[in-house]
C-alpha cells in the first residue's frame, strides 16, 4: 500500500497556474505503478484527470485539460506533478492522488490508494 500526500492546491483567478504535487512512499518492489490525479466537483462524478506510468512514463488526459495540464514525474524524489495552465471555472474541485499496480487507465475505480485531497479553486 502506498502513502501519498497530495499539496499545492488553492484558489487562482481563471487563466492562472497552479503545480499540485504528490508525494509517494510505501512502494512494493518489483512493481509497475500507476498514479493518476482525479478530481471531485459539487455535484459531479469523480474524474480521472491524468495518469503516468512511473516505470514507462507514459501519460493519460481527459479530453478537457488536454494542452493545458502536464503530468510528470520525479522517480529520484517519487513525486508526481500536475502543472495546471490556462485555469477555467470549471476546473474547480478537490483534487486526489491515487495509484494502482493493475491495468494502465485512468479509471478511477481501478485505483487503490488514495491521498486525503488538495481543493482547487478558481473563481475571480
Known amino acids: 500500500q502506498l502513502q501519498l500526500v497530495e499539496s499545492g492546491g488553492g484558489l487562482v483567478q481563471p487563466g492562472g497556474s497552479l503545480r499540485l504535487s504528490c508525494a509517494a512512499s510505501?512502494?512494493?518492489?518489483?512493481?509497475?505503478?500507476?498514479i493518476g490525479w482525479f478530481r471531485q466537483a459539487p455535484g459531479k462524478e469523480r474524474e480521472g484527470v491524468s495518469c503516468?506510468?512511473?516505470?514507462?512514463?507514459?501519460?493519460l488526459y481527459v479530453e478537457s485539460v488536454e494542452g493545458r495540464f502536464t503530468i510528470s514525474r520525479d522517480n529520484a524524489d517519487n513525486t508526481v506533478y500536475l502543472q495546471m495552465n490556462n485555469l477555467k471555472p470549471e476546473d474547480t474541485g478537490l483534487y486526489y492522488c491515487?495509484?494502482?499496480?493493475?491495468?494502465?487507465?485512468?479509471?478511477?475505480?481501478?485505483?487503490?490508494?488514495w491521498g486525503q485531497g488538495t481543493q482547487v479553486t478558481v473563481s475571480s
Open positions: 510505501g512502494f512494493e518492489p518489483d512493481q509497475v505503478y500507476i
Open positions: 503516468i506510468s512511473l516505470t514507462y512514463g507514459s501519460a
Open positions: 491515487a495509484a494502482t499496480t493493475g491495468t494502465y487507465s485512468c479509471r478511477w475505480g481501478v485505483f487503490d490508494d
